[in-house]
């Protein structure tokens, strides 16, 4: 009998063992989207202050092709997406939508493909094409035909290319299975960016567009549907996040209709809250069981959700903490950091800082000298915080209760990717170059 009860107790504390490991393991590292906590936070690294294209830099590698999908992160490789255009030149695709004469021309086929990079010399290790096709839509001109970023769980490599296809990967880039599930018919044209999200054994899609728009759970294993429901929406470029809350994990899903909270074993809504816009593209974040969800188009909204009690329709109640129409981002997502949250009004530089649990804003807002238009997400580590704006400026401030602006610095590129943190390296992805900054030796 003693000895059956140590021999639980021994596997428990194994079991507890393996766990922090497991968390450990991934908070050293930026397996997905907005990083480890899902927030744009590093509990980990350790970034430098000061860079520019003579200062601490690691290395800098020419990607083939274009695209805006975040590295992630995992060990000693970095793992990211693009489109390579090749072959002759055809007629350009007709712009018939509205809205449709900011988008790009895209007059090629292109390959669609996987790449994993060194993390210490910056080579690319293996290049994967997974599709070869023509696109039925270019996007808006600052976007790109590979937007989504990937995910990973230190075992299989998950890759989304949305109209032409999500994809498993070995880290060795070896295909295990691909799914198709149609073509998107996005707003005015303007494509693809929602990056699925990874929880256990699923993954996690939303396909939200100007047709049957639906949110899917994958089966990790082989591309599988576990569940699939239907979603009143139009087309959003915002990406799901994954929260556990009181031992029950729900998918936080951003709507034009609505936002939703989804049990993400069985894919059905726990609760649902309207009040942001239209063309959602900033993601949620959470901490503390508090959901913080954001829009900026024809109106602006940010709304913070507690998810105790959320059950069923939740606008216009208490589950709705706080609101605030006015500063709200529209292409870049929030910071979440500790007991702030941050966000850039529209994709302008022009910070908000509020304290996540009351809304309240005790400083600010700040105009940020030398940011203008910013579409990367803004990250933080180290007791600080990053903005990086397309024309390769970065402005680093102090995470700190009177924040304190200390250096920008300059690259050489255009950003529309968001930066990826690991260790004593910030990685960044530009329209050219992927740079590793890190301290270097004078």
Request: charged content about 20%; aromatic content about 8%.
């Amino acid at each position: 009998m003693k000895a059956g009860r140590i021999v639980r107790i021994t596997l428990v504390m194994i079991s507890i063992a393996l766990q922090v490991f497991a968390q450990t393991k991934k908070e050293n590292n930026w397996p997905q989207w907005r990083g480890p906590l899902a927030t744009g936070v590093s509990p980990t690294a350790e970034p430098p202050l000061t860079w520019s294209e003579q200062k601490n830099i690691r290395w800098k590698t020419a990607i083939p092709g274009r695209g805006h999908s975040t590295p992630i992160i995992w060990e000693d490789r970095l793992f990211l997406t693009t489109a390579v255009p090749y072959g002759e030149h055809r007629a350009p695709l007709p712009q018939t939508a509205p809205g449709a004469h900011d988008n790009l021309s895209v007059t090629q086929t292109h390959h669609f493909a996987a790449l994993a990079v060194d993390r210490k010399s910056g080579k690319i290790v293996w290049q994967t094409t997974l599709k070869s096709d023509l696109p039925h839509e270019g996007g808006h001109k600052t976007a790109s035909l590979a937007s989504a970023s990937p995910a990973t769980d230190g075992k299989q490599l998950y890759v989304s290319f949305g109209s032409q296809g999500i994809y498993c990967l070995t880290l060795d880039g070896d295909l295990v299975w691909e799914k198709q599930l149609g073509q998107m018919a996005t707003k005015h044209g303007h494509g693809e960016g929602s990056t699925p999200v990874l929880y256990k054994d699923i993954l996690l899609v939303n396909w939200d567009h100007e047709d049957a728009s639906f949110l899917v759970a994958l089966d990790t294993k082989n591309g599988s549907e576990r569940w699939r429901v239907d979603r009143d929406e139009v087309t959003s470029w915002s990406s799901p996040i994954v929260v556990e809350h009181k031992g029950n994990a729900q998918a936080i899903v951003s709507g034009t209709q609505r936002v939703r909270g989804y049990d993400i074993e069985t894919g059905n809504v726990i609760w649902e809250c309207g009040g942001l816009s239209h063309n959602i593209v900033a993601s949620p974040v959470s901490a503390d069981g508090m959901v913080f969800v954001a829009s900026s188009y024809e109106k602006q909204a940010i709304l913070a959700i507690k998810l105790d009690g959320a059950v069923g329709d939740i606008t216009g109640t208490g589950n709705v903490v706080w609101r605030r129409t006015r500063g709200t981002p529209y292409v870049p997502s929030p910071l979440l950091y500790g007991e702030w949250i941050y966000f850039l009004r529209h994709y302008q530089g022009i910070l908000t800082r509020l304290v996540a649990e009351s809304g309240e804003e005790p400083f600010g807002p700040f105009r940020l000298d030398g940011i203008r238009n910013v579409y990367a997400s803004p990250v933080g580590a180290a007791n600080r915080v990053y903005i990086t704006s397309r024309d390769g400026a970065t402005l680093v401030m102090t995470h700190e209760a009177i924040p304190e602006f200390l250096t920008i610095n300059h690259l050489d590129d255009t950003f529309n990717a968001s930066a990826a943190l690991s260790g004593k390296d910030l990685f960044m992805r530009g329209e050219q170059f992927l740079y590793c900054i890190g301290e270097t030796a004078e």
